[in-house]
T-cell receptor, first 113, second 114 residues
Framework: GDSVTQMEGPVTLSEEAFLTINCTYT??????LFWYVQYPGEGLQLLLK?????DKGSNKGFEATYRKETTSFHLEKGSVQVSDSAVYFC????????????FGTGTRLLVSP | NAGVTQTPKFRILKIGQSMTLQCTQD?????MYWYRQDPGMGLKLIYY???????DKGEVPNGYNVSRSTTEDFPLRLELAAPSQTSVYFC?????????????FGPGTRLTVL
């Protein structure tokens, strides 16, 4: 079945450092790909998404490019802030009819001043 | 729009007790979901619904029941609570449209079974 693999955390960075969180997937067909963020004590929020190969999703300085050739959707940010400390989930869903979201296990990011 | 709302926010149950977690959405979404999130883990799908009167099991349905009598509401019932059901429960909804099925999440219910 479909699956998502994320790098294990926690990822610990200093403020203004460059961030990469790796995500690879296994799926049939052409899934849509998502990054969700969960701040402490809150539910998940959609951060960005991409629905077809070579699409780049971006939001709040975060970016991720849908790479079909490497089945990857790595999350990047050029300069992280303390307020970016959260858990980040990579997810996918199929593109034909109704499809459930398949989540990775999440990567915790800790940013220190 | 309030989005997806869940009640209660916190609850402590004794083993064998039962309770209902409430979930309501005001986005007229057809699709609704219940997930559980165990400490340090990702989300696991418990049940989902593709419309009023239609529900189906997810990955971990044992010990839970759901109903969907209206588009807006999707309550999750726990019967005979067990310590293994200690978790954070999230309700979500989506339009279900193909090509980017974004789900909107509620704030969660933190349940402890002692």
């Amino acid at each position: 079945g479909d699956s998502v693999t994320q790098m294990e955390g926690p990822v610990t960075l200093s403020e203004e450092a460059f961030l990469t969180i790796n995500c690879t997937y296994t799926a049939t067909g052409y899934p849509s790909l998502f990054w969700y963020v969960q701040y402490p004590g809150e539910g998940l929020q959609l951060l960005l998404k991409a629905t077809k190969a070579d699409d780049k999703g971006s939001n709040k300085g975060f970016e991720a490019t849908y790479r079909k050739e490497t089945t990857s959707f790595h999350l990047e940010k050029g300069s992280v802030q303390v307020s970016d400390s959260a858990v980040y989930f990579c997810a996918l869903t199929g593109n034909t009819g109704f499809q459930k979201l398949v989540f990775g296990t999440g990567t915790r990011l800790l940013v220190s001043p | 729009n309030a989005g997806v709302t869940q009640t209660p926010k916190f609850r402590i149950l004794k083993i064998g007790q039962s309770m209902t977690l409430q979930c309501t959405q005001d986005m007229n979404h057809n699709y609704m979901y219940w997930y559980r999130q165990d400490p340090g883990m990702g989300l696991k799908l418990i049940y989902y619904s593709v419309g009023a009167g239609i529900t189906d099991k997810g990955e971990v349905p044992n010990g839970y029941n759901v109903s969907r009598s209206t588009t807006e509401d999707f309550p999750l019932r726990l019967e005979l609570a067990a310590p293994s059901q200690t978790s954070v429960y999230f309700c979500a909804s989506s339009s279900g449209l193909a090509g980017g099925n974004e789900q909107f999440f509620g704030p969660g219910t933190r349940l402890t079974v002692l």
